[in-house]
């Protein structure tokens, strides 16, 4: 079973940046497509970011793009999201997921998901 583990969450100004992280307690990290996605109080989840095993492919939503960046240290079966210039529309828990894939995945159709780090930009 995967497990999950996301840090790195916390309140900061209009215009900060936040360093995600999810640890995985996985077997073979480089071969699971890795996802990140948030949900904001009384809205649906969306994705945000996706970066495929170990050949570079990544996915962003277009309201995160040259801002947030996603990236992966196989070596610490970890995955990152360093979100830069943060704005208050980027306030929700985020969780990221894992999925067995060798094509990356936009939709929430990931097998695995964490219990979510919580991310409050104040105006």
């Known amino acids: 079973q995967v497990q999950l583990v996301e840090s790195g969450g916390g309140l900061v100004q209009a215009g900060g940046s936040l360093r995600l992280s999810c640890a995985a307690s996985v077997r073979s990290f480089s071969r699971y497509i890795m996802g990140w996605f948030r949900q904001a109080p009384g809205k649906e989840r969306e994705f945000v970011a996706a970066i495929s095993g170990s050949d570079g492919r990544i996915a962003y939503t277009d309201s995160v793009k040259g801002r947030f960046t996603i990236s992966r240290d196989n070596a610490k079966n970890t995955v990152y999201l360093q979100m830069n210039n943060l704005k208050p529309e980027d306030t929700a828990l985020y969780y990221c997921?894992?999925?067995?894939?060798?094509?990356?995945?936009?939709?929430?159709?990931?097998?695995?998901w964490g219990q979510g780090t919580q991310v409050t930009v104040s105006s």
């Open positions: 997921a894992a999925d067995p894939q060798l094509v990356v995945i936009t939709s929430f159709a990931y097998d695995f």
